[in-house]
């Protein structure tokens, strides 16, 4: 039976500076190692929560919520440190999110964001913070020979923390390593703070490193040859196995068996598959339902001024089509809870028209929505091509409205600050710009080994 332990740091491929691990394959090779839970701890983000959240559960390990945040120093001369921190609750996790959030919409410092220390003492409940070892601001300070300094900021951070604050330490071979290994436990002892083991993962498998060192290369600008490139990792921050880091720290057990207590303490239940759309704001004296009804309605009777002529005999047959299938529509949309949705769409389809910005016609199912012609969403009338509603929507299926809409390159750009401040705030537009520029990726990795431009693009 494998010893026990449980990696709390680990930076997958979704740390896009400095991480490679692949979340399926992590999660396989964690089940078969017979690791009771994991963590993954992405820098300054949780883009590959949901993915994680699924496999790891799937493999039959329980999942730790985490992620490396970044501290502001109290002194602008000071370089900002890292701190780590879990999810002990639901709570805790989304004050997680909202930490997140908040550094890359307020605290955002020469391209990195920065969590103000009020912030984090704001946002603590639920949470269990490790002091990112060497790195983290203990770290350094008892390295500089800091004692006192040190001290102070361990109780600072303790009561933060209560109960949930533990001085994290590394054995991968790095310069100081050792060193702060014993003055941290000193330090433990003197302030009774437990202690925390981890790997600082980086990469699954040791033969990995080269690759992982491309990967920072490309983030950093620099190529593997470069004298000044600053080596900040090693070839022992893989997915080593629980008897590995067990015989690692068998001087300091009780490193290992704080990995098995915060496992423990870190519960959290995220809520997939259901829907949370983002709060239209209605004018007062009507529900979102009755406020979505009227602006289509007055929408449709703008729309019919220039389909219909009221001097032709059918008008009143014709007239009563239109308005009959939009009440079908909006009882629909109301019924299945989406009402919200087709206001936010909207509103952003008709500020890109504001500022001159070509917008599509619409495509797809949505193009058989009355609705969406009436709220000027789509440009094509499906009474006219007799396009099927139920093709978009249908109660018998229930799932989001999918609306295919076409830009000019600028609005999408544009959208994602107007439509959702927060997921841009958050590196969304990193995490796309590094996943989809496939062809730059080779580039750039031939620019990092020394080799020509020439045999990147042939």
Same mark, same amino acid.
């Given at each position: 039976?494998?010893?026990?332990?449980?990696?709390?740091?680990?930076?997958?491929?979704?740390?896009?500076?400095?991480?490679?691990?692949?979340?399926?394959?992590?999660?396989?090779?964690?089940?078969?190692?017979?690791?009771?839970?994991?963590?993954?701890?992405?820098?300054?983000?949780?883009?590959?929560?949901?993915?994680?959240?699924?496999?790891?559960?799937?493999?039959?390990?329980?999942? $730790?919520?985490?992620?490396?945040?970044?501290?502001?120093?109290?002194?602008?001369?000071?370089?900002?440190?890292?701190?780590?921190?879990?999810?002990?609750?639901?709570?805790?996790?989304?004050?997680?999110?909202?930490?997140?959030?908040?550094?890359?919409?307020?605290?955002?410092?020469?391209?990195?964001?920065?969590?103000?220390?009020?912030?984090?003492?704001?946002?603590?409940?639920?949470?269990?913070?490790?002091?990112?070892?060497?790195?983290?601001?203990?770290?350094?300070?008892?390295?500089?020979?800091?004692?006192?300094?040190?001290?102070?900021?361990?109780?600072?951070?303790?009561?933060?923390?209560?109960?949930?604050?533990?001085?994290?330490?590394?054995?991968?071979?790095?310069?100081?390593?050792?060193?702060?290994?014993?003055?941290?436990?000193?330090?433990?002892?003197?302030?009774?703070?437990?202690?925390?083991?981890?790997?600082?993962?980086?990469?699954?498998?040791?033969?990995?490193?080269?690759?992982?060192?491309?990967?920072?290369?490309?983030?950093?600008?620099?190529?593997?040859?470069?004298?000044?490139?600053?080596?900040?990792?090693?070839?022992?921050?893989?997915?080593?196995?629980?008897?590995?880091?067990?015989?690692?720290?068998?001087?300091?057990?009780?490193?290992?068996?704080?990995? $098995?207590?915060?496992?423990?303490?870190?519960?959290?239940?995220?809520?997939?598959?259901?829907?949370?759309?983002?709060?239209?704001?209605?004018?007062?004296?009507?529900?979102?339902?009755?406020?979505?009804?009227?602006?289509?309605?007055?929408?449709?009777?703008?729309?019919?001024?220039?389909?219909?002529?009221?001097?032709?005999?059918?008008?009143?047959?014709?007239?009563?089509?239109?308005?009959?299938?939009?009440?079908?529509?909006?009882?629909?949309?109301?019924?299945?809870?989406?009402?919200?949705?087709?206001? $936010?769409?909207?509103?952003?389809?008709?500020?890109?028209?504001?500022?001159?910005?070509?917008?599509?016609?619409?495509?797809?199912?949505?193009?058989?929505?009355?609705?969406?012609?009436?709220?000027?969403?789509?440009?094509?009338?499906?009474?006219?091509?007799?396009?099927?509603?139920?093709?978009?929507?249908?109660?018998?299926?229930?799932?989001?409205?999918?609306?295919?809409?076409?830009?000019?390159?600028?609005?999408?750009?544009?959208?994602?600050?107007?439509?959702?401040?927060?997921?841009?705030?958050?590196?969304?537009?990193?995490?796309?710009?590094?996943?989809?520029?496939?062809?730059?990726?080779?580039?750039?990795?031939?620019?990092?080994?020394?080799?020509?431009?020439?045999?990147?693009?042939?």
């Amino acid at each position: 039976m494998s010893q026990p332990f449980v990696h709390l740091r680990i930076h997958s491929e979704y740390s896009v500076s400095d991480g490679i691990v692949r979340i399926k394959p992590l999660a396989s090779e964690a089940a078969s190692m017979g690791m009771p839970a994991l963590a993954i701890t992405d820098n300054n983000n949780m883009y590959a929560l949901v993915k994680f959240y699924n496999a790891v559960n799937a493999a039959g390990v329980k999942p $730790i919520v985490g992620c490396d945040v970044w501290v502001r120093a109290e002194s602008e001369d000071e370089a900002p440190t890292p701190l780590v921190l879990l999810a002990k609750t639901t709570q805790g996790y989304r004050n997680l999110t909202e930490l997140l959030s908040r550094g890359y919409q307020e605290g955002q410092h020469l391209g990195k964001a920065l969590l103000q220390r009020q912030w984090i003492e704001e946002k603590a409940e639920g949470l269990i913070a490790l002091s990112a070892g060497s790195e983290g601001e203990i770290g350094r300070a008892l390295l500089a020979g800091k004692q006192a300094l040190a001290q102070d900021l361990a109780l600072y951070w303790m009561s933060v923390f209560k109960d949930s604050f533990y001085l994290e330490l590394h054995r991968t071979g790095r310069t100081g390593e050792e060193e702060h290994v014993h003055k941290a436990v000193d330090l433990a002892l003197s302030i009774d703070c437990p202690v925390v083991a981890t790997n600082d993962v980086r990469f699954q498998n040791q033969d990995e490193f080269e690759a992982h060192e491309v990967r920072v290369c490309i983030h950093d600008s620099r190529t593997l040859d470069d004298p000044r490139r600053e080596e900040r990792y090693s070839e022992q921050q893989y997915l080593k196995t629980p008897e590995e880091m067990c015989a690692l720290f068998d001087d300091i057990p009780e490193a290992i068996e704080n990995t $098995i207590e915060i496992a423990r303490r870190c519960n959290v239940t995220i809520d997939l598959g259901n829907y949370y759309l983002p709060e239209y704001p209605i004018p007062e004296g009507y529900t979102t339902e009755s406020f979505f009804c009227e602006v289509s309605e007055n929408g449709m009777d703008n729309r019919l001024l220039n389909i219909l002529d009221k001097g032709a005999d059918d008008y009143e047959a014709r007239y009563q089509v239109y308005r009959d299938r939009l009440k079908f529509e909006l009882d629909v949309i109301n019924n299945m809870g989406f009402p919200g949705y087709f206001l $936010i769409v909207m509103e952003f389809i008709q500020w890109a028209k504001d500022n001159d910005i070509p917008v599509g016609p619409g495509r797809g199912s949505g193009a058989g929505s009355l609705v969406a012609y009436a709220l000027m969403i789509t440009d094509v009338d499906p009474i006219e091509y007799d396009l099927l509603f139920e093709r978009f929507l249908n109660p018998e299926r229930v799932s989001l409205p999918d609306l295919i809409l076409i830009f000019a390159w600028m609005v999408v750009i544009v959208s994602f600050s107007i439509v959702t401040d927060a997921m841009v705030g958050c590196g969304f537009a990193d995490y796309y710009l590094w996943h989809m520029a496939a062809k730059a990726v080779v580039r750039d990795v031939a620019r990092v080994q020394g080799k020509p431009f020439g045999l990147a693009i042939s």
